[in-house]
C-alpha cells in the first residue's frame, strides 16, 4: 500500500530565510508522481510542484523546488525567501495508478508553516 | 485554464435532509472527477472516483448509498449525501483530471457543509 509520511505538524520560519518541509513516500510502483500542495486558511488546495518518478532532475517552480532522493524514498519541498503569504498549510501527495485509467492522490498528513516577520 | 468550481461554498442543513454539492470543470472537460473529505486540521481523504458516464468507484468504508456521485457530463460531477448527520458535517473538496495520467488532478475550493 502507498503511504506519504510528513513528519514535521508545524514549522517556522523567519520571512526571507528558506525552509525545507519533509516527505518520504512508501510504494512497489515503478512509476509514480509526486506533488505538493499549499492550502491556506481558505481551504483551497494550490498546486506547488511535481516530480516524476523518473524525472532524473529535481523539480523546480519558481521559489519552489522538489528535492527529489529515490533511493532514500523522499520528496522534501524547499521553499526559498519565505513570505508572509507562504504561511499556510502543506501537503505532500503521491499518484498511484488504481485501475485501468485511473489514478488516484494519496496525501500526507500535512505540516503547518508559519512565517514570522 | 483548468478551473474547477464547486457550488455551494457552504451550506448550513438540518440533520435528516439531503444536500447535493455540485463540481463543474468550467474550461475542460473532465475525464474523471474525485471527491475528497477533510476534517478540521486532518488531511484529504478520498471518497470515490467517478468517470464520466459510469458509476462511482468508492474507496473503501465510504458508504455508497450514503454519499450519491452522479457524474453525468463530462464538466459536472454532483455528490449527494443523503440523510445527513451531525458526523457528515466536513469540507468536501473535488477534483478534475483532464488526462488519464500521473500529472493531471485540478481542485475545486471547497464546500463546506455543516449539519445541525
Redesign the interface.
Known amino acids: 500500500a502507498q503511504k506519504i509520511t510528513q513528519t514535521q505538524p508545524g514549522m517556522f520560519v523567519q520571512e526571507k530565510e528558506a525552509v525545507t518541509l519533509d516527505c518520504t513516500y512508501d510504494t512497489s510502483d515503478q512509476?509514480?508522481?509526486l506533488f505538493w500542495?499549499k492550502q491556506p486558511s481558505?481551504?483551497?488546495?494550490i498546486?506547488l510542484i511535481?516530480q516524476?518518478s523518473y524525472d532524473e532532475q529535481n523539480a523546480t517552480e519558481g521559489r519552489y523546488s522538489l528535492n527529489f532522493q529515490k533511493a532514500r524514498k523522499s520528496a522534501n519541498l524547499v521553499i526559498s525567501a519565505s513570505q508572509l503569504g507562504d504561511s499556510a498549510m502543506y501537503?505532500c501527495a503521491m499518484?498511484r495508478?488504481?485501475g485501468g485509467?485511473?489514478?488516484?492522490?494519496?496525501?500526507?498528513?500535512?505540516t503547518l508553516l508559519t512565517v514570522n516577520p | 485554464g483548468a478551473v474547477v468550481s464547486q457550488h455551494p461554498s457552504w451550506v448550513i442543513c438540518k440533520s435528516g435532509t439531503s444536500v447535493k454539492i455540485e463540481c463543474r470543470s468550467l474550461d475542460f472537460q473532465a475525464t474523471t472527477m474525485f471527491w475528497y473529505r477533510q476534517f478540521p486540521k486532518q488531511s484529504l481523504m478520498l471518497m470515490a472516483t467517478s468517470n464520466e458516464g459510469s458509476k462511482a468507484t468508492y474507496e473503501q468504508g465510504v458508504e455508497k448509498d450514503k454519499f450519491l456521485i452522479n457524474h453525468a457530463s463530462l464538466t459536472l460531477s454532483t455528490l449527494t449525501v443523503t440523510s445527513a448527520h451531525p458526523e457528515d458535517s466536513s469540507f468536501y473538496i473535488c477534483s478534475a483530471s483532464r488526462l488519464a495520467g500521473l500529472y493531471e488532478q485540478y481542485f475545486g475550493p471547497g464546500t463546506r457543509l455543516t449539519v445541525t
Open positions: 512509476s509514480y508522481g500542495y481558505s481551504g483551497e488546495m498546486f511535481y516524476g501537503f499518484s495508478h488504481s485509467s485511473n489514478y488516484k492522490l494519496t496525501f500526507g498528513k500535512g
